[in-house]
């Protein structure tokens, strides 16, 4: 076992541990993990925790009451996770993004046009009323959901980026 892969599997524990009403993952999902190597993503989606290894198999574990646990089986191969207050979001292989979970303000219903994706964003501050961002494969920046702050106003201006991260509203 890596350094990289140790590392990564205790992180595993220490994030469900210290999340809100989460259960610390059980010996079997700690093994799973550190078995598959995970190292392609872990995120801390309070209070639920996902999981993408580097087989591209998404597990989550904790609460659940809007089904943002549920991966839904036509998602594998993924090659990257975001994980909202109630929503989850995996980009897969061949770069579409799929959603689940709490849709309340929109931020599961990704624009029909969004194309290939390399990253995806949903701030968990945001919580109820959630904005998505996604970075396409071509630099441009993409944002759906909740707008009551402007958060999904992309500049026209803003021109082609490399990597996007979003806070929440309060």
């Given at each position: ?51 993408a ?6 597990i ?9 646990l ?20 995996a ?7 799929r ?21 995806i ?41 490399r ?8």
């Amino acid at each position: 076992m890596t350094n990289l892969t140790r590392s990564f599997a205790h992180s595993i524990s220490v994030f469900a541990a210290r999340a809100v009403s989460a259960k610390r993952p059980s010996v079997a999902t700690r093994a799973l993990c550190a078995a598959q190597a995970c190292a392609l993503a872990v995120l801390l989606a309070a209070p639920a925790v996902a999981v993408a290894s580097d087989a591209g198999v998404v597990i989550g574990w904790g609460r659940n009451d809007y089904g943002q646990l549920n991966t839904p089986s036509d998602v594998g191969g993924c090659i990257a996770i975001a994980s909202g207050w109630q929503n989850t979001f995996a980009i897969k292989a061949d770069g579409m993004v799929r959603a689940w979970g709490n849709n309340y303000a929109g931020q599961c219903d990704m624009p029909n046009d969004l194309g290939v994706c390399t990253q995806i964003v949903a701030p968990v501050a945001d919580s109820y009323y959630g904005h998505t961002l996604a970075l396409t494969a071509n630099g441009t920046v993409r944002a759906w959901g909740y707008n009551g702050e402007g958060q999904c106003n992309v500049p026209s201006d803003l021109g082609a980026c490399r990597q996007i991260a979003a806070g929440g509203t309060s």
